[in-house]
Structures are given as C-alpha cells and as structure tokens.
C-alpha cells in the first residue's frame, strides 16, 4: 500500500520563479493538506483540498495556489518566488479524522 | 486561536532511559484529536501515538505512552526504554473542529549510547 508521494525531492529556484509540487495522497485517502517547515520548526498549514476545492487555508498569501484533481492528487503552486520560501514542504492526506499521513516533502531553495 | 505549545526546544536521555515530553494547547472546542508525530532526519512525518479527546483512558502504543489530562489542556508524551532509533524531532499536533492539524514548534530528542 502505497503512502503519500511527493515529488521532486529537491529543487533549486531562483527569485522570481514560479514552482509547482506534486503529491498523490495514499491509497483511500480524498483530502490533501499543504504545510511548509521553516528550518527548525514546526509544519505551517498553507491549505487543504477536499473534493478539488480549497477547503480551509491558512495565513499564506495568494502567490501560493494549489489544486486537486478527480484522482485526489493535488498541486502546490508558488508564484513570484521570495527567498523566505526556502523550506520543505509538506503534503498530507487523510480520510475523516483518522490522522494525517505525510510524504517524505520537497526541500525548495529559493536562491 | 488555536495554538498548540511544546516548551522543552531540546532533550537528551541515556539509552534505555525513561523521558517525557510536554504539550500544551488552548482550545474552546470540546472535540478534537491530539497526535505525537516523529520527524527523523529523513524528514519525513511519522506518526507515533494518537489519542482522541472524548476518551478518557491514556493512550499507549508499545514503549510509547501519553498523559492526556483535558482540563489542564496538556498532551504529554512519555518514551520508555529509549532507544537510540528513538533520536529526532518530535512534534504535538492537534487537529481540532475545523478539520486543520496544527503543529507544535518541536522538541529536538536525542537518545545518548
């Protein structure tokens, strides 16, 4: 049973650059919930997808977008890229409130 | 606000130690769920222990156990028998009414041979 994907690993943009991150949610699971980890702290919620439509978000501005296909998978985009994006960044699916399953994140330099 | 708080930055126990970690949150809410996930260096979340906050009766999982005590609003979490596989990050989370898990700022647990 395949976990929560993530896709690239890492990756290197420059300022100003737009990025998109992938994740297929585990097998059974229709939510999908972003979250960005600064260096040494905690996952930040950005916002979550639940029958392909934002259902919640948090305190991120509008560079950051996402989307969630019929398959569950989902997007991460940001636009515009500033330098304090730099961070890992998380991708969680769950069913209900059974707990979160997370990928392994994208590590974003923003350079 | 719902914010949850984990005070100790950093933890180190001797192999085969006992150590307790602390979490604390403030809700209004009288339903949510309460977890303890470990992030190793491979980054990736791990989830150690959940504990739902209806039940009363503590939740274990093997060497893992927690103190749920709802009125004081604290999630603490104790490792028995430390292992050296024990040593990462370890943060609280709360995933409350709004259906949004929220994270602690983590404790960084070392396990010393």
């Known amino acids: 049973d395949a976990g929560v994907t993530q896709s690239p690993t890492h990756l290197i943009k420059t300022r100003g650059q737009q990025v998109t991150l992938r994740c297929s949610p585990k097998?059974?699971?229709?939510?999908v919930s972003w979250y960005q980890q600064a260096l040494g702290q905690g996952p930040q919620f950005i916002f979550q997808?639940?029958?392909?439509?934002?259902?919640q978000r948090g305190n991120f501005p509008d560079r950051f977008s996402g989307h969630q296909f019929p398959n569950y998978s989902s997007e991460l985009n940001v636009n515009a890229l500033l330098l304090g994006d730099s961070a890992l960044y998380l991708c969680?699916?769950?069913?209900?409130?059974?707990?979160?399953?997370f990928g392994s994140g994208t590590r974003l330099t923003v350079v | 606000a719902q914010t949850v708080t984990q005070s100790q930055p950093e933890m180190s126990v001797q192999e085969a130690e006992t150590v307790t970690l602390s979490c604390t949150y403030d809700?209004?809410?009288?339903?949510?769920?309460l977890f303890w996930y470990k992030q190793p260096p491979s980054r990736q979340m791990i989830l150690v222990i959940r504990?739902?906050?209806?039940?009363?009766q503590n939740a274990t999982e093997n060497r893992f156990s927690v103190n749920f005590q709802k009125a004081a609003k604290s999630f603490s979490l104790k490792i028995s028998d430390s292992q050296l596989g024990d040593t990462a990050m370890y943060f609280c989370?709360?995933?409350?009414?709004?259906?949004?898990?929220?994270f602690g700022t983590g404790t960084r647990l070392t396990i010393i041979p």
């Open positions: 969680a699916s769950s069913l209900g409130q059974n707990g979160y399953t």
């Open positions: 097998s059974g699971h229709d939510t």
């Open positions: 997808y639940y029958e392909e439509e934002e259902r």
């Open positions: 809700t209004s809410e009288n339903n949510y769920y």
């Open positions: 504990q739902e906050a209806y039940k009363q």
């Open positions: 989370a709360v995933l409350f009414g709004n259906e949004k898990l929220t």
